[in-house]
């Protein structure tokens, strides 16, 4: 697991907000950002980046003192503990979850 979950400070959420966490599903790759969203002065949207993160499970990752996962299933186990960790953080009024469009190949379109 990343050592940096333990380092996560959550700021307090502004009352005129709601945060929302966007994730980015994949097999080997999981992004997720997490933004303040509210209206600013005359009712113009207001957008605040609070975090962003990549996680990675890639073999080249690997070798540079990544995750040691060697098997779908222990990397799927890691990606969510990873993003489960975030969530429970963060504790999200919403989640915005891509919808899978396509795959370069038929394996990583079926297992998605």
């Not at 966490?21 to 997720?32: A, E, K, T, Y």
């Not at 609070?50 to 003192?65: H, I, L, M, N, Y």
């Not at 960790?85 to 394996?107: C, F, H, K, N, W």
Request: aromatic share 4%.
């Amino acid at each position: 697991m990343d050592n940096r979950m333990s380092e996560l400070k959550v700021p307090t959420i502004p009352t005129n907000r709601i945060r929302v966490i966007g994730i980015d599903p994949g097999l080997c790759n999981v992004g997720l950002s997490v933004i303040h969203v509210g209206l600013g002065e005359g009712g113009r949207p207001l957008y605040e980046l609070v975090d962003a993160r990549v996680w990675s499970t890639k073999p080249e990752q690997r070798k540079r003192g990544g995750t040691k996962c060697t098997d779908d299933g222990r990397r799927v186990a890691y990606l969510f503990a990873a993003v489960r960790s975030v969530v429970a953080a963060y504790q999200p009024d919403l989640i915005a979850l891509e919808e899978t469009a396509g795959s370069r190949s038929a394996r990583s379109g079926a297992a998605m």
